[in-house]
């Protein structure tokens, strides 16, 4: 049995390798990268993957029985294309099963261009006709420091993400439920994989500001002010355009699940927002 994981040097590749190695599984495992050199890891079996190298692709694919294809880091419309190819060449060679690192929200993704390139990979692996698995992941936790800013300096969480409760979960807890569905070949369907509660930013920047003992205001600006703020504010117009497009996203109530299926195949709830600030933010000490 050969199962094979893309995107390997990628930060979630990267919890999916140490979590292989917790298994003691490497030798069912096998990594892909578009650069297997700078993996630095003798014990991995790694393979060069490109998703714009078809021959890349052919030649990685080859006798393998499952495949982990991480989603693509690019924009959306050459994700769209990354993913198709990566999937149409997975069939061409022959994989028994394809998994798939989708995102919650993505079965309504609505005018969201971001959620749009998740319900696009998850339509064109349907249409392939082979049996899949797809992870609809909750947002991940480590995106929560770049939210809040630069809270400690100024006091306030400026977003345009509203009030509205989001499904939110760690890299590592992803990394440990798509391994142990890749293990077992037997598994298909769709997971929402979340932790045992949705937060708000407006709850999260409240359980910081108690958890550190520092008054932390939240701002919410509309979208478009929103937007404004963050080419003001020297970002790049593509970056401040995908922060936005995350916020209002939030906004509009796209990033609910729950964390019910990691519970049941896991046996312990994944890590909540709460233990995340806790093991992330010292407080301040007291007086």
Known sequence: ????????????????????????????????????????APDLEARRVDYDDPASMSDAFAGVDSLLLISTHADHSARKRQHRAAFEAAHAAGVRRILFTSLVGAHDPGDNDLLD??????????????????FRDGIYLGLIPVLLGEFEASGKVVLSAGDTPVAWVSREDVAQFALDVLLDPEV????????????????????????????????????????????????????????????????????????????ARMGRPAESVSEYLARTYRPEPND
């Open 117 to 134: 390139v998740y319900a696009d990979g998850e339509r064109a692996l349907a249409e392939l006709g082979v049996p899949h698995v797809v």
């Open 1 to 40: 049995m050969t199962n094979l994981i893309t995107g390997a040097s990628g930060a979630l590749g990267q919890a999916l390798v140490a979590a292989t190695r917790s298994r003691a599984a490497l030798s069912s495992v096998a990594f892909g990268t578009r650069r297997p050199d700078d993996l630095d």
């Open 188 to 263: 298909t369907g769709t997971f929402e994989v979340a932790g045992p509660n949705m937060a708000s930013m407006p709850e999260i920047v409240a359980t910081l500001s108690a958890h550190t003992r520092n008054p932390i205001e939240y701002v919410h600006l509309p979208h478009k002010a929103f937007l404004e703020a963050l080419a003001s504010s020297g970002m790049p117009v593509a970056s401040a355009e995908g922060f936005a497009e995350v916020t209002r996203a939030m906004f509009d109530g796209r990033f609910q699940g729950s964390g019910d299926a990691f519970v």
